[in-house]
């Protein structure tokens, strides 16, 4: 079983940068997909982006495209998202997720393992 936990999230001004991390356990880190999500009030839960085992390969929602970089250190079993240029709708409970297999995917039902969030409020 692997376990995820998200960390700092918090409140950013429009425009502003900030960056989470994603800890995970197990031994096989590297062999899993990386992804995160986000879920804003109201919304369904959307990807965000997504990073293959070896880092090689990353994928973007066109929304975060040249604003949010997905990246990973799998020495640490640790998932980043860092972001900039933040805007409003931005705004979301952001999850990070891993998946048991070599494909990436933008559905949530094909992700094994969820952290249970962390919240990211940017301010207009």
């Known amino acids: 079983q692997v376990q995820l936990v998200e960390s700092g999230g918090g409140l950013v001004q429009a425009g502003g940068s900030l960056g989470l991390s994603c800890a995970g356990s197990?031994?096989?880190?590297?062999?899993?997909?990386m992804a995160w999500f986000r879920q804003a009030p109201g919304k369904e839960r959307e990807f965000v982006a997504a990073?293959?085992?070896?880092?090689?390969?990353?994928y973007y929602a066109d929304s975060v495209k040249g604003r949010f970089t997905i990246s990973r250190d799998n020495a640490k079993n640790t998932e980043y998202l860092q972001m900039n240029s933040l805007k409003p709708e931005d705004t979301a409970v952001y999850y990070c997720a891993a998946r048991h297999d070599s494909g990436y995917s933008t559905l949530p039902r094909n992700y094994d393992y969820w952290g249970q969030g962390t919240q990211v409020t940017v301010s207009s």
């Open positions: 990073i293959s085992g070896n880092g090689w390969r990353t």
């Open positions: 197990g031994r096989t880190f590297s062999s899993y997909v």
